[in-house]
């Protein structure tokens, strides 16, 4: 049985150029935060540990998570060159199903003080036995990736995007999965007669995604045109399909 796992981004195969600038899509928008965590809190509104429940018990300072090592230096929001989307379709199409043009651009966490977190809360793995307190506690986790997508118009972009979960495991699950990390717009499905049922998958279709589920687009980056034509070609030699800017994965036996 295939379990369809839904993630998301970007793009079409095929022809138009990758366009690097705005020229074609109008005036673009600059980001004058120098920091993530700074932009971060700007566009939301209130501070990172807010993004969370019980927020009162998360323990600055937020530090680079080594599930990405990238703590959003190497490319602050200032650098990216901010594009409004330039078609009357307000979809992005992923340009490959896979995820290998994905990118991690930020990534932090921080500590919930369990020495303080009632055992009720969802951020506690581990109750003592009346639930007053809380033995071992997640961590909140915030991040920023970006990946590759095409418009209906043919115009290419660089599109970002926040999530922020909570990790931990335990008895109380984590809100990692394997979908969490997705790029937007891709699926996966479970291997057929797999050896290790609900272990193996498969890359699946893509799907088109709102605009409105990115932060921003930004202009595709110079090393970007060769990444959507390798990514292309692995998915024509995987035995993809092309049909209305959506990549059809071959059948499943």
């Known amino acids: 049985m295939k379990y369809l796992i839904l993630a998301s981004l970007v793009a079409l195969v095929g022809c138009a150029q990758y366009s690097q600038g705005p020229s074609e899509r109008g005036p673009a928008s600059v980001i004058t935060h120098p920091t993530w965590k700074g932009y971060l809190e700007q566009e939301k509104g209130r501070s990172l540990a807010?993004?969370?429940v019980d927020p009162s018990y998360i323990k600055a300072p937020w530090k680079k998570y080594s599930e990405?090592?990238?703590?959003?230096s190497q490319f602050p929001p200032n650098r990216i060159n901010v594009v409004p989307?330039?078609?009357?379709?307000?979809?992005?199409y992923p340009t490959n199903p896979q995820q290998n043009t994905k990118e991690y651009i930020y990534g932090v966490y921080a500590d919930y003080d369990y020495t303080r977190l009632p055992g009720t809360s969802s951020a506690c793995i581990i109750p003592n036995f009346n639930k007053k307190h809380c033995l071992r506690a997640q961590i909140a986790v915030v991040a920023v990736m970006s990946d590759i997508y095409q418009d209906a118009c043919g115009h290419f972009y660089r599109a970002y995007w926040m999530l922020?979960?909570?990790n931990g495991g335990g008895p109380r699950m984590s809100e990692d999965n394997m979908g969490t990390l997705f790029s937007k717009g891709r699926t996966v499905y479970e291997k057929p007669?797999?050896?290790f049922p609900g272990k193996e998958f498969v890359d699946g279709d893509t799907y088109p995604v709102d605009v409105k589920s990115?932060?921003?687009l930004g202009s595709v980056l110079p090393r970007d045109g060769q990444k959507i034509r390798e990514s292309q070609a692995l998915a024509t030699r995987a035995g993809y399909t092309f049909r209305n800017r959506i990549f059809y994965a071959k059948p499943l036996r």
Do not use: P
Not at 68 to 72: A, E
């Open 50 to 52: 807010d993004l969370f």
């Open 68 to 72: 990405f090592n990238v703590d959003g």
């Open 85 to 92: 989307l330039n078609c009357a379709d307000k979809k992005l």
């Open 164 to 166: 922020s979960y909570k």
């Open 193 to 195: 007669n797999s050896q």
């Open 214 to 216: 990115f932060m921003f």
